[in-house]
T-cell receptor, first 111, second 119 residues
Framework: GEDVEQSLFLSVREGDSSVINCTYTDSSSTYLYWYKQEPGAGLQLLTYIFSNMDMKQDQRLTVLLNKKDKHLSLRIADTQTGDSAIYFCAACLSGTYKYIFGTGTRLKVLA | GAVVSQHPSRVICKSGTSVKIECRSLDFQATTMFWYRQFPKQSLMLMATSNEGSKATYEQGVEKDKFLINHASLTLSTLTVTSAHPEDSSFYIC???????????????FGPGTRLLVL
């Protein structure tokens, strides 16, 4: 079945860029998503990319998709302390509405 | 837009009692709702998928008689944890997807979660 992997931790200084990486195994995944989760809260949709795109930019967020390598990344420009959270990537299984979530990357922004 | 609410946000109950958690889509019709469970510092585990007016589809290993799901309308789904035990203590999150204007129908919008503690 689909497997989605992320690195567990990332620490950056305020003002730097953060890059969070994700790999997945199901090449037929149609949509790929990035969600943010703050402590004790639900998941906030940040952005998504359709599988026929290779890049999407939305203000400080840039998503890159390498479909050949099944690699997805989220770049946050000018990272702020408020960006500290857990970031999940999720792949939507082809032909279903089900998501497979990655393990989550805990981003810590140092002032 | 695409707001999903959950109620209650926190609940503490005694072992053996049943707890109902509500999930509502506030500004769109949710043809499909999902229920997840999240353990501390872990990812989300899909428990079941429910479509309005039909029986929920449970993931392997999830007891359907233990976790009763009802999706009676296009804006409301409920999860009832029956005869709760301490091992059921967890963070339960729902999500909803459905058509809303030009919104991507496959996108799931998440509720804020319900923290259940069973004593």
């Amino acid at each position: 079945g689909e497997d989605v992997e992320q690195s567990l931790f990332l620490s950056v200084r305020e003002g730097d860029s953060s890059v969070i990486n994700c790999t997945y195994t199901d090449s037929s995944s149609t949509y790929l998503y990035w969600y943010k989760q703050e402590p004790g809260a639900g998941l906030q949709l940040l952005t998504y990319i359709f599988s026929n795109m290779d890049m999407k930019q939305d203000q400080r967020l840039t998503v890159l998709l390498n479909k050949k390598d099944k690699h997805l990344s989220l770049r946050i420009a000018d990272t702020q302390t408020g960006d500290s959270a857990i970031y999940f990537c999720a792949a939507c299984l082809s032909g279903t509405y089900k998501y497979i979530f990655g393990t989550g990357t805990r981003l810590k922004v140092l002032a | 837009g695409a707001v999903v609410s959950q109620h209650p946000s926190r609940v503490i109950c005694k072992s053996g009692t049943s707890v109902k958690i509500e999930c509502r889509s506030l500004d769109f019709q949710a043809t499909t709702m999902f229920w997840y469970r999240q353990f501390p510092k872990q990812s989300l585990m899909l428990m079941a998928t429910s479509n309005e007016g039909s029986k929920a589809t449970y993931e392997q290993g999830v007891e359907k008689d233990k976790f009763l799901i009802n999706h009676a309308s296009l804006t409301l789904s409920t999860l009832t944890v029956t005869s709760a035990h301490p091992e059921d203590s967890s963070f339960y999150i729902c999500s909803a997807s459905g058509q809303r204007g030009l919104a991507n129908q496959e996108t799931q919008y998440f509720g804020p979660g319900t923290r259940l503690l069973v004593l």
